[in-house]
């Protein structure tokens, strides 16, 4: 996003029906350590708890459990940023 975080929703049980009532999402989680706009993100998989989150240059790897950084790359490949 353009505030430099990812943001987790945290749909309600109810939501999920067919035929659900438009729902008031709640944030379940902030990933705010982007230096720069967080432009694409994805579970990886078998990683249900690991989210990776790219901005132009760097990569950064997630445990949403926490909401800590695990990991972080440049675009170069160089560890940290």
Do not use: N, Q
Not at 14 to 22: C, Q, S, T, W
Not at 30 to 46: K, T
């Amino acid at each position: 996003s353009g505030d430099r975080s990812a943001r987790l929703w945290r749909l309600p049980e109810e939501a999920v029906r067919d035929d659900a009532a438009p729902a008031e999402l709640t944030a379940a989680s902030v990933l705010d350590d982007h230096p720069e706009e967080v432009y694409a993100c994805e579970f990886l998989h078998g990683e249900p708890s690991k989210l990776l989150t790219c901005s132009s240059d760097e990569l950064f790897l997630w445990d949403i459990d926490t909401a800590t950084t695990v990991a972080r790359t440049s675009a170069e490949g160089k560890p940290g940023g």
